[in-house]
């Protein structure tokens, strides 16, 4: 269901003040050029509407180099506050028995239109600025590691960048994830 035009365009209002307050992010990228996309894709700004209700702060942090697409990502100082104290995924929550938390951070960027980043995105995103300095974010898991039980995360702490694993059932208070958003 497309936004109401007072929400669309509060919505638009935020986001082209925080792409021309950021243009280390996007360099040689026209937010007129992002607006026709936006347009032209409803259910985006729909994602974008709930990436920016959790606390995310979503930008523009490029072009997809195979289909053009721009890409969003959330671009807050620390995990989205809105999406934390989440396991990984659905199995994970049904295997809890106990103490569950309230959902999954994959089930949640599902219903919000998002993924989550994987590694290198992860990366990518803290080469244009470090996050996650005091939280961490739940990462797309490969197969073979979610098989085993466990989920990736990652973080910035003493100026490096880290990966990690946890078992996928485990929540923390400070630890939600961050979605990424092709248009």
């Known amino acids: 269901m497309p936004l109401p035009p007072n929400d669309r365009d509060a919505l638009v209002a935020i986001l082209a003040t925080r792409f021309a307050a950021h243009p ?3 360099p040689g990228i026209a937010w007129g050029d992002v607006l026709v996309r936006l ?3 409803p259910a985006a700004l729909e994602a974008l509407q709930a990436m920016e209700q959790t606390g995310g702060e979503p930008d523009v942090i490029g072009v997809d ?6 890409l969003f990502c959330d671009c ?9 104290s989440l396991c990984y995924d659905g199995a994970a ?15 949640m960027a599902a ?10 995105q992860y990366a ?3 080469a244009l600025g470090p996050v996650d300095l005091k939280t961490s974010s739940w990462l797309s898991t ?5 098989a085993l039980g466990g989920a990736l995360f990652g973080d910035c702490r003493f100026g490096r960048v880290f990966t990690y694993h946890n078992g996928a059932a485990s929540y923390y208070a400070a630890r939600g994830f961050r979605g990424i958003l092709s248009v």
């Open 111 to 120: 219903a919000m239109g998002v993924s989550l980043l994987n590694e290198v």
């Open 24 to 26: 280390a992010r996007h």
């Open 65 to 70: 180099a195979a289909t053009g697409h721009v």
């Open 93 to 107: 929550l049904d295997g809890r028995k106990e103490n569950k938390p309230a959902g999954s951070a994959v089930a």
């Open 142 to 146: 490969p197969a073979d590691v979610r």
């Open 76 to 84: 807050a100082a620390e995990s989205p506050a809105g999406r934390r």
């Open 124 to 126: 990518a995103l803290q």
């Open 39 to 41: 347009d032209r894709t």
